[in-house]
């Protein structure tokens, strides 16, 4: 019995130092989850919304096994969802006459991948609307909500000229919203007559002001370029990338179907 004991106080202790980690686990794991701590003065319109956004345009292309062959032979990271695309286009069959077969075949320049570095909100990125009452003459508190007046169009970018724009693009579309989760897109619009229930109170002898912003992050980071080629000799294929660059790059991305209110009464 004496041998049972030690091994259960074995196990209690293994236990006891495997708990802090996997609480620690736990608690990064519901931080990736969480995404970006939004304050209350944002509020999704997306119901309100009167113009009708499509969903995010976000790269959700898996490799076929040929391209994963490919994308495991290459030194260098390939997340480009366009090349990805166009290696599942291609196909090469293995043939007992391919012997001595050899060519390389250039595939051109392209990004490759994108690393983030900084994802930061900006809740008044851009302000798309101004509610205003002059209560100046009144006698008492006079409510006011929020009511788009007229249909806005609100626009990111990217913040350098790069080759490929609408890749890049993608990539770090991509690399924000897994820290954010909140859908974003480089282009998205508030409709006109759009409207929100939140009463703001303008006391008497005061004019009321109710602004409306749309909100976006901007995202910064790495992006690496480099020229691909497809090596084939004999049966064997990978990807060999060359002349291998990279670039400091930004972009400002709208958050899509949401606004930041900001209320003011003054004299």
């Known amino acids: 019995m004496k041998w049972h004991r030690v091994i259960l106080k074995a196990f209690v202790l293994i236990a ?44 959700r292309l898996q490799p076929s096994n040929f391209a994963k ?12 969802p366009n090349l990805i695309r166009m290696l ?15 060519a390389t075949i250039f595939l051109g320049e392209w990004p ?31 409510q006011i909500h929020y009511v788009q007046e007229a249909q806005k169009i609100i626009k990111g970018g990217l913040t350098a000229k790069v080759v490929q724009a609408e890749d890049v693009q993608k990539m770090m579309q991509q690399k924000a919203f897994e820290k954010v989760k909140l859908p974003l897109a480089f282009e998205t619009a508030v409709g006109g007559g759009t409207k929100h229930h939140q009463v703001y109170n303008i006391p008497p002898t005061r004019m009321g002001y109710l602004y409306a912003f749309a ?16 090596v084939m000799k004999g049966s064997k294929h990978r990807i060999i990338v060359k002349n291998v660059t990279s670039q400091e790059i930004g972009a400002w991305i709208p958050i899509q179907d949401h606004l930041s209110f900001s209320f003011e009464a003054r004299q």
């Open 16 to 59: 006891l130092l495997l708990a802090p980690a996997a609480s620690t686990t736990a608690k990064n794991e519901d931080t990736k989850k969480k995404g970006l701590d939004v304050p209350s003065s944002v509020v999704n319109i997306g119901k309100e919304n009167t113009f009708t956004n499509p969903a995010p345009d976000l790269p």
């Open 69 to 80: 062959e490919l994308l495991k032979s290459s030194k260098v990271k390939i997340e480009n």
């Open 88 to 102: 599942n286009e291609s196909a090469a069959t293995k043939s007992p006459f391919s012997f001595g077969t050899k």
């Open 112 to 142: 490759l991948n994108y690393k983030s570095e900084e994802t930061t909100p900006n809740w008044e990125y851009q302000k798309v609307n101004t509610n205003f009452y002059d209560n100046r003459g009144g006698t008492g508190n006079y």
């Open 215 to 230: 909100p976006a992050v901007h995202e910064k980071g790495s992006l690496t370029f480099g020229e691909v080629f497809l």
